[in-house]
């Protein structure tokens, strides 16, 4: 069978690590983009081309730029009909990949660019940005050379209702946690089996990134050194210590090229070094926590993933590679559940967010550059990445491997049938009130590892849900110890306790 020249194709890789926090020499998120791109067409067998369709950089919060995409392409000499940018997110990665596949099919682009970096690291150890001889930050609209802001080609989706605004609900640290107490209570395990089972988990993850020649950490953990409490693994929100948040005070970049098969052979790049993304969803949630049925349930990622292994024409058992997005336990737990997969088997390439680095919105590109190396060294298997957003909120999928996909590459979203799905009530203000039962909460620590703050979600007599986030040393004490979910308590109003 001839394969149609419009096939979409991946054909380079490429990512790049700084240690480096000398202000006068540590490189700029855009700099450490340039050499993760570099890598990519060293990657694909090609010289960098000095002319593209576009480029398209994903979101960065490390620094900003007049128009990073313009900058990238710049420092690589390359110039782009399109110059682009992303929402912020962890699954844009993946739906970059989507979109990109897409356009190619339809004969809109046939050679890009997909970037994304953060110095973060740096930024966190030189305080003051003017010591850091990067490009100027203020020049936000327009560079010197009047050039425009990058387009934007994604559309963004709020995360937060104005009751979780204001009632300060509205960190991920705070928001997995909780997902994380649901979890334990509906699998019916007692904290200590329970934490013990996540530590398992990340330990797990810490062994991939030990041998991950791009991970921040390289240190393998044991379930014990993840369980641990110290000042150096301090509790952060309860369950959760710090080495099981996402690390995102890393220095990262990675960037892969994407182009039609037609334009890959005319470029000379090697059939060895093609991987052909299958297909792919992008799907949300019900948009805000408040209203989801379940802290312990993730439908759209159960209907996304189901939708793109069938697109593909596989089931999640062909899967041999897979990259579940893993900024903390729960999310992992809840990945696996709704794709049917069992906790025990490895659900990482890179490591994760925690030992890997969780680079803000770009982990996923660091996930599919590594599903691309993978692919190569077992030309008959199958990968599979789900790259997330939000509080569990944005999903994104890709299916990839080195043969092309028998229909072309398919795309669809299954969110009509995701957004009919049963939703809850969110009590608000004085309507907030009343007899109610804890579904999931969190304790928040101080930087002593002391409990300072307990935030949780109950449910009222009538159903509906209602916000608690009480800043009390004594009642997030209580809550500290053993099993709360389950417990009843008496609201005063949204965010307020009666009595506990």
Known sequence: ????????????????????????????????????????????????????????????????????????????????????????????????????????SDGQVDLVVLAGGECARTRSVVKDASALPWPDQNATTTDTA?????????????????????????????????????????????????????????????????????AWSQQSLSPDDVLSVSPENRMIGLPYRKVMNSNNQVNLAAAVVMCSAERAAALGVPRDRWIFPWAGTDCHEHQFVSNRWSFAETPAIQLGGQRALQLAGLSIDDIAHIDLYSCFPSAVQLGAASLGLDLRRQLTLTGGLSFAGGPWNNYVMHAIATAMLRLRESRDEHALIWANGGYATKHAFGVYATT??????????????????????????????????????????????????????????????????????????????????GRRVVLRRSGELESA
């Not at 979409?8 to 998120?29: C, S, Y």
């Not at 855009?30 to 081309?49: G, K, N, R, W």
């Not at 002391?450 to 916000?467: F, K, M, Q, V, Y």
């Open 146 to 214: 009047g050039v425009a802001t990058a387009e934007h080609i994604i559309d963004d989706l709020a995360l937060l209702n104005d009751e979780e605004q204001k009632l300060g609900i509205m960190l991920p640290v705070q928001h997995y946690p909780m997902f994380e107490s649901a979890l334990r209570a509906a699998a019916g395990r007692s904290m200590v089996d329970h934490d013990r089972h996540i530590a398992e988990l990340w330990s797990r993850f810490s062994v991939v990134a030990a041998r991950n020649p791009y």
């Open 404 to 485: 092309p996909p028998p229909n072309g590459f398919c795309h669809e979203s299954p969110q009509a049938a995701i957004d009919a799905l049963p939703a809850r009530q969110l009590a608000i203000g004085d309507d907030a009130r009343g007899a109610a039962i804890i579904e999931a909460y969190t304790v928040m620590h101080d930087r002593n590892g002391a409990p300072e703050r307990l935030i949780a979600a109950a449910i009222l007599a009538d159903g509906r849900r209602a916000w608690i986030n009480v800043a009390d040393e004594g009642l997030a004490r209580d809550f500290a110890t053993g099993e709360q979910v």
């Open 1 to 104: 069978m001839s394969l149609d020249p419009r096939t979409p194709v991946l054909i380079g890789a490429g990512q790049a690590l700084d240690r480096d926090t000398t202000p006068a020499t540590a490189k700029h998120p855009v700099a450490l983009m340039a050499e993760a791109v570099t890598s990519a067409f060293d990657d694909a067998a090609i010289a960098t081309p000095s002319q593209l369709d576009s480029v398209r950089v994903v979101r960065l919060l490390s620094w900003k730029y007049a128009n990073a995409a313009h900058a990238l392409a710049e420092a690589c000499g390359m110039t782009a009909r399109q110059y682009a940018t992303t929402p912020h997110g962890g699954n844009m990665p993946q739906s970059l990949v989507n979109l990109t596949a897409r356009q190619i």
